[in-house]
């Protein structure tokens, strides 16, 4: 069964450092996703992504994040100066046009 | 108003008892409805999807209520396995994408 893949599953960072957070769809999806939890917290809805550009943003997108598509498979997260509240769990997510979203298994981020 | 409301639990049930989560939702924009499951520290797995002629997949029923903006799962001959924390969530199609909001959880303990 396909499934979207993200990497890494654990990111260790230092509190104004970049960090860049790798995912990679399910392969015939056309949709992609960021979300982030904060431990103990709801899923959050951070951005989508379609034909190569950004279709909407959450109020947390704010012009610290940037989400890129570098090739035809990976789908990437970039944080240009984190912070201590970015420490969440960051989950991908894809979808074809059907709407059901499948999600990654996460990265972990702390920031120190 | 929260966007997604949940009772965040726990229910704490015995093995092969029947257990009912309800949720309601504020936007009446929402256009598809699921339910997801996340075990502690896991991706959110899609559990079901949602119709308002009410569907089931196995021990599982879930039923929309548009009018009433509300939202019910209702397992049956609950498992050991069943034990999870049971997302509500709503989508709304925004042109380039879904964005799903997610309810905070209710969280099932099923016990021997």
């Known amino acids: 069964e396909p499934e979207v893949t993200q990497t890494p599953s654990h990111q260790v960072t230092q509190m104004g450092q970049e960090v860049i957070l790798r995912c990679v769809p399910i392969s015939n999806h056309l949709y992609f996703y960021w979300y982030r939890q904060i431990l103990g917290q709801k899923v959050e809805f951070l951005v989508s992504?379609?034909?190569?550009?950004?279709?909407?943003k959450s109020e947390i997108f704010d012009d610290q994040f940037s989400v890129e598509r570098p090739d035809g498979s990976n789908f990437t997260l970039k944080i240009r100066s984190t912070k201590l509240e970015d420490s969440a769990m960051y989950f991908c997510a894809s979808s074809s046009r059907e709407f059901e979203q499948f999600f990654g298994p996460g990265t972990r981020l702390t920031v120190l | 108003r929260k966007e997604v409301e949940q009772d965040p639990g726990p229910f704490n049930v015995p093995e092969g008892a029947t257990v009912a989560f309800n949720c309601t939702y504020s936007n009446s924009a929402s256009q598809s409805f699921f339910w997801y499951r996340q075990d502690c520290r896991k991706e959110p797995k899609l559990l079901m999807s949602v119709y308002s002629s009410g569907n089931e997949d196995g021990r599982f029923t879930a039923q929309l209520n548009r009018a009433s903006q509300y939202i019910s799962l209702l397992i049956r001959d609950s498992k050991l396995s069943d034990s999870a924390t049971y997302l509500c969530?709503?989508?709304?199609?925004?042109?380039?994408?879904?964005?799903?909001?997610f309810g905070t959880g209710t969280q099932l303990k099923v016990e021997l």
């Open positions: 992504f379609y034909n190569n550009e950004i279709s909407e």
């Open positions: 969530v709503v989508n709304i199609f925004t042109g380039g994408g879904n964005k799903l909001t």
